[in-house]
């Protein structure tokens, strides 16, 4: 329900890693079992790819996450994180307004990581988010640095 490859923009290309949050934990079992370690053959690379587990975990976390970051602002809608429900584009800003609704009243915010953390866990069963290292793409990328 939520996918962010970051771009590099001035060369219109992604700089090697995405953020991919999973409805369920088979599913991103099933991606890290398909991505861990796959060559891709496509311009005769040699990157491998690498998949960890994200340290921020769940959709409304991804969005609280993000909300604040430059690549919300941009011009070009490409260049901003995917929200999909039920397999259809939500809006970004409407997507956060709604998990920050969720929080609103009583019920306290949710504890922020800071943005230099990297590691933790599956997400148990809320799916599961994973950074992705992708082997085809123009810059360097070191397994689960991101």
């Excluded at 809320?126 to 640095?145: F, I, M, Q």
Aim: net charge positive; charged share 30%; with cysteine.
């Amino acid at each position: 329900d939520f996918f962010y490859l970051p771009m590099d923009v001035h060369n219109r290309s992604n700089v090697g890693y995405a953020f991919i949050n999973f409805l369920a934990p088979a599913d991103a079992e099933s991606f890290f079992k398909m991505f861990k370690e796959h060559r891709f053959k496509k311009y005769q690379s040699r990157k491998i790819s690498s998949v960890c587990p994200a340290h921020v975990q769940g959709l409304d976390a991804n969005l609280r996450h993000f909300e604040n970051r430059a690549v919300i602002h941009a011009r070009n809608d490409q260049y901003r994180p995917v929200v999909l429900r039920q397999g259809e584009r939500v809006d970004f800003e409407v997507a956060v307004a709604e998990a920050k609704a969720k929080f609103a009243g009583d019920a306290p915010e949710p504890p922020r990581r800071s943005a230099g953390r990297r590691g933790g866990g599956r997400g148990g069963k809320r799916g599961g988010g994973a950074v992705w290292t992708p082997g085809d793409c123009e810059l360097d990328s070191s397994p689960c640095r991101h």
